[in-house]
Every structure is written in C-alpha cells, then in structure tokens.
C-alpha cells in the first residue's frame, strides 16, 4: 500500500446484517443452522457478546499431566510398558488391574519407577476387589523405599457406588483420614463417569449423574462422621471425551461449575480445584489404526480444552485389536505435539471468552443442574429411580 494510501475503513455490522446475509445464501430457510444438542438445548451457529454472559475464567492450575494407559501382561510386561512410557514422557502412569496384587507383585509392578517424579493411578477391574488393601501395600512399598509420602501423588480408583451392593464406606474413611493427614497430592475416592456417557445428546444427563454421585458421596461420608470438605480434597472425576468436540469442551468445564455449585450446598468454600481425569471414548474408536490416530487428536485437543488435569488416550490400535509399542507411542506423542504446538498448557481455561463455548457451557450448567436437582428431589443418587 502507497505510504500516502488511506486504510480500508469497513462499516460496522452486528448479527442482524450477518442473518441478513445468510438468508439470501440460503433462501430464507435459517432453520438448518441451528443445532439441536438435546430437548433441553438447541444452538445457534453464531453468538455475539450482547447474547453471552462470559464467566470468569476457570479456577485451577494450568497444562495437564501427560498420562499412558499400560499394556497388559505379567508384572514384569507391565513394569517395562510403565519404564518406556517414562523414557517417552508420560507424567502419569495407570495401571489397569485384574486381579488383586500381592505386596511382592507391586514392588515388581513399579520397580524402577522415581514415585515422586510421576503420578501413579490404578484401577481395580476383577470381582472382590480391594483397594484399601491395595493402598495399604502401595504405602508400605513407598515406606521401606524411603519415599516422603507428602511428595507422592496419584489414585486408587476407590468408587462405592459403582462396584459394591454393599458400599465399603468404613475403609474408605479410613483412607481418607490417611491420606488427609500424610499424602495431600492422593486421591482415594473417584467419581467414574464412564458408565453415564451416551453421546453428547445426554451431555447433560451425565453431568447431573456424576456432580450426583459426587454429593451422595460427600453426605453419605459426612453422616459418618468424617468432613465432608476433607473429602472433597481427596475426590476426582473421571470422564470420557469422544467425538464431539464442542460438546466435550463445554462438558469439561461445566463439570467444574457444577461441582463448585454442589460444595458451595455443603458450606464448603475453600476446597481446592477438583481434578479431572479424561479418558478416551473406546467405543467411538475403529479397526482403522491411521483413522484412530485422527479421532484421538480430537478427543485430546477438547480434553485439553476443557480443562482436564490428565490426560489417557488409547493406543492407536483401538479397543478391537491387540495394542502395541507403536500404537502406546503414538498416544503419547499427540499430547506432546499439542503441548509444543497448541500452547495450551499455558492457560488454566483455554477456552474462555469464546462466545460460542461460552454460551454452550452455560446451557449444558443450566440443564445439568436442573436434572440434578429432580434427583436430589427423589433422596440423592443412590435412591433415585428416574434419572
């Protein structure tokens, strides 16, 4: 442009000139823009900040922890899966159980781990399972290695209302009293949404669900006699991300609304930020190991979005075909290309101010707490019968 050039000035505009246009591009038929999410929300392609209340950004810490699902096998299978996952950077290791390790099998499960380098979960998947007895030997293994046990941070995937007829709230208590008093960074009490998610058109029937799960837990342990606020800073969820990308986003961070809403009912106002674990959504996955590489970018760029704490991807093979290195490999490296590429661990809510994630995450809140507020009407998650 000439250095004597004016600049090009464009006349202002708002969204009544944008829907103007539309209507000439599509004939005056505006109705296949809108997305009807679910009964209770239905959105429009485009929001302006006079339609928007924008909320304050979220409140916790910002980046997530990198996280590497463990192949199966023997113990000493899965000590190697857990000593490459390190070598390629994982930060968090979880270790998917099926059946219940003896003392010696967990000192060879995380022989040549640094335990205070890297967050340690595991997850109980077999009939009987008992993770205060697993707990239990996990501390007396970081005892006799001379670990600080303030320093040690992870899950013992400890959900009452998911595997027991008869929920084991006394050990429980017993673990939070534990963990309260010598391993603040420990979380022995989670929230496994998985079972409640059925597609973003129930997005807000998970939420309800889970922040429902979460307060039967808090006053089931409050009747007991412990705090309820202590138990609160030993809780996380635990969520699927699949293929809907906004849906994700917004389901992520409307989770975090609605559990400040819940503590808020219990008076407590000082709890920490609650972590989120996200997990892939296996059944959205395929044979197709190039198309699956694709789908969890996806499900790992909404998660980080969102604001997940952890993050677990599946190995790229997917849930069909027998996983290998290359497909455990490849779910570590697209976290770590986002984190190089996307900058988004440089930010504790990524997707603030967006008025379209903004004004998504606040139907998703207000559905949600409208569904969780029916079961509470009907005696808290563990009686309700109408969800």
């Known amino acids: 442009m000439p250095l004597d050039a004016s600049p090009t000035t464009f006349p202002a505009s708002d969204k009544g000139d944008w829907l103007d246009r539309v209507k000439q591009e599509l004939k005056g038929d505006l109705t296949q823009l809108d997305q009807q999410v679910s009964e209770r929300i239905r959105l429009s392609p485009l929001y302006t900040a006079e339609e928007v209340t924008i909320r304050p950004p979220l409140e916790r810490s910002a980046g997530w922890e990198i996280g590497a699902y463990l192949r199966a096998g023997s113990n000493e299978i899965i000590n190697e899966a857990a ?18 390790p003896t003392r010696a099998e967990v000192a060879a499960l995380l022989e040549g781990i640094r335990m205070d380098f890297v967050s340690i979960h595991c997850a109980l998947r077999y009939p009987g399972q008992d993770p205060a007895e697993l707990f239990r030997d996990l501390v007396k293994y970081l005892r006799q290695r001379g670990y600080d046990l303030k320093g040690i941070r992870g899950s ?83 969520f699927t991300v699949g293929t809907s990308y906004y849906i994700d986003i917004a389901k992520l961070r409307a989770l975090r609304v609605l559990w400040a809403n819940v503590l808020k009912g219990f008076g407590i106002t000082d709890a920490p930020p609650v972590t989120v674990a996200a997990h892939s959504d296996l059944a959205v996955l395929t044979e197709d190991r190039d198309q699956n590489l694709l789908l969890l970018t996806t ?61 998504l995450t606040e139907q998703l809140v207000d559905a949600a707490w409208e569904r969780f507020r029916a079961i509470e009407a009907q005696g808290g998650f563990a009686v309700a019968t109408e969800f």
């Not at 490459?84 to 219940?100: D, I, K, M, P, S």
């Not at 309800?208 to 138990?231: C, M, S, T």
């Not at 997940?308 to 996983?323: H, R, V």
């Open 299 to 359: 499900q790992a760029l909404s998660a980080v979005t969102g604001g997940a704490d952890q993050l677990f991807l599946s190995p790229a093979e997917g849930a069909e075909n027998k996983s290998t290195p290359f497909g455990h490999r490849m779910a570590l490296n697209i976290q770590h290309l986002l984190r190089l590429e996307s900058g988004l661990d440089a930010y504790a809510d990524p997707a603030a101010g967006s008025y379209y994630l903004e004004k």
């Open 83 to 100: 000593l490459a996952a390190l070598e390629q950077g994982a930060e968090a290791l979880l270790f998917r159980l099926y059946h219940q």
């Open 156 to 238: 013992v995937d400890f959900d009452p209302l998911l595997d027991w007829n008869e929920p084991p709230f006394p050990p429980l208590i017993r673990l939070l009293d534990f963990v309260g008093e010598y391993m603040p960074g420990f979380k022995v009490l989670q929230v496994n949404a998985a079972g409640f998610n059925n597609g973003p058109a129930s997005a807000d029937s998970e939420l309800a669900l889970a922040v429902a799960k979460g307060a039967e837990y808090l006053q089931q342990i409050r009747e007991r006699g412990y705090p309820a606020d202590k138990a609160a800073r030993h809780l996380q969820f635990a």
